[in-house]
């Protein structure tokens, strides 16, 4: 059974940088062909895609956030990163890694990030 | 790039039928799109992915009641003897090459 835990601070200041991981159990991400992603949402408010990764280090980012995002995999621990720099209040919100197949199949618990001095 | 579109809110009464829709944008009736699930305060669960001619496929434990149907740019929900646990929110997806999208989400209440 795959599942998928995120982790990182619940709190960032304005401008530093957030860093979050997805720890993957179940199955090695290195010998999937799936894509993995992040996928975020604001307090009230819908889904907003951040960005996804294969396992070979390979990525791709919402054009929004492009320039603040990076993604990268780690398969000797079987995680994959999220790191968004020059954090704002409009950050704030839950921050979920997923599977990503035809559709985001699996998703984790999510982890609530808040961005405030 | 595609963009999806629902209504904000639906209801349906304990034990009916709701229908759900998300539309997508023009030139994008072909694409395939999942739906998802999300009861208060918890994570958004997977419930299938639906192709252009209607064809589905379910997540692992979805109940029978919920499937999918589709025409044209839509893509419909379908939840039968709805339940009071099915009280959620239901954000539709899509992708393709360079991006992937959700809808705004159908806040769903059972009467």
């Known amino acids: 059974q795959v599942q998928l835990q995120e982790s990182g601070p619940g709190l960032v200041r304005p401008s530093e940088t957030l860093s979050l991981s997805c720890s993957v159990s179940g199955v090695s991400i290195s010998s999937t062909t799936y894509y993995w992603g992040w996928i975020r949402q604001p307090p009230g408010k819908g889904l907003e895609w951040i960005g996804s990764v294969y396992n070979s280090g390979n990525s791709y980012h919402s054009a929004s956030l492009k320039s603040r995002v990076i993604i990268s995999i780690d398969a000797s621990s079987n995680q994959f990163s999220l790191h968004l720099t020059s954090m704002t209040a409009a950050d704030t919100g839950v921050y979920y890694c997923?599977?990503?197949?035809?559709?985001?199949?699996?998703w984790g618990q999510g982890t609530m990030v808040t961005v405030s001095s | 790039q595609p963009v999806l579109t629902q209504s904000a809110s639906a209801s349906a009464s304990l034990g009916a039928s709701v229908r759900l829709t998300c539309t997508l944008s023009?030139?994008?009736?072909?694409?395939?799109i999942a739906w998802h699930q999300q009861q208060p305060g918890k994570a958004p669960r997977y419930l299938m992915n639906?192709?252009?001619?209607?064809?589905?496929s379910k997540g692992s434990g979805v109940p029978d009641r919920f499937s999918g149907s589709s025409s044209g740019a839509d893509r419909f929900l379908v939840i039968s003897n709805v339940q009071l646990e099915d009280e959620a929110d239901y954000f539709c997806e899509t992708w393709d090459s360079t991006t992937r999208v959700f809808g705004g989400g159908t806040k769903l209440t059972v009467l």
């Open positions: 997923a599977r990503q197949e035809d559709g985001f199949d699996i």
């Open positions: 639906l192709q252009f001619r209607g064809v589905y």
């Open positions: 023009r030139g994008h009736a072909s694409y395939i």
